[in-house]
């Protein structure tokens, strides 16, 4: 009879490798299909599924059964995923912009305007744009797990709305509705952040 994913995963936390190689094998397709499409990246994906099953190894017992054996190893791959294409984009200076989803909306969930270009710019301005760039990423980790994934696979990995429903499993206007969301709260935040620097 074929063990439970729980029963597996049990035999990990007492150190069991043939548990272990019965995991890898279930899910290391599913692993690397789901890294590879949030990265576009082979090579890359293949070095992260190797860490998320090694991660899997170090910390099997993290996993309390609460939701799915599957999503809870995805949403593994998904962080180191985000964290990869922040890394990336770091390297390349390319800080993550947020088109408004429509004029209606757009006074709201616009974004300064310094999230251009830097190459044309002085030092000091280049500086302050650096430190603002990295402000709009700590107010991104502020939203709910659930908008910080629709924002990273949008604004990060370039999805298109029916991908992400697609890869999360929820419906696309759910995803458009938290991106919606996730939006309204990183402009309101940024207004009141520039209203506190403008009375300093």
């Known amino acids: 009879m074929e063990q439970s994913d729980k029963e597996l995963v049990c035999g990990v936390g007492r150190g069991e490798q043939e548990a272990f190689s019965v995991l890898f094998e279930r899910y290391r397709a599913v692993v690397h299909s789901h890294l590879a499409r949030i990265i576009r990246d082979g090579t890359a994906a293949d070095d992260l599924t190797q860490e998320v099953f090694l991660r899997l190894w170090r910390h099997a017992e993290q996993w309390k059964g609460q939701a799915a054996f599957r999503s809870w190893l995805l949403r593994i791959a998904t962080n180191l995923a985000f964290n990869h294409l922040r890394t990336v984009k770091r390297r390349r200076e390319q800080p993550i912009q947020f088109a408004p989803s429509s004029e209606e909306d757009e006074e709201e969930s616009s974004v300064p305007s310094w999230m251009v270009d830097a190459s044309t710019i002085g030092p000091d301005e280049a500086l302050e744009r650096s430190e603002r760039h990295n402000l709009l990423h700590r107010l991104v980790e502020q939203l709910s ?56």
């Open 145 to 200: 797990e659930e908008k910080q994934e629709v924002v990273h696979l949008i604004y990060d990995a370039h999805m298109e709305t029916r991908e992400v429903a697609e890869e999360l499993g929820i419906p696309e206007g759910t995803v458009k509705s938290r991106i919606h969301h996730a939006r309204r709260q990183i402009a309101r935040s940024w207004r009141e952040l520039d209203s506190e620097w403008e009375n300093i």
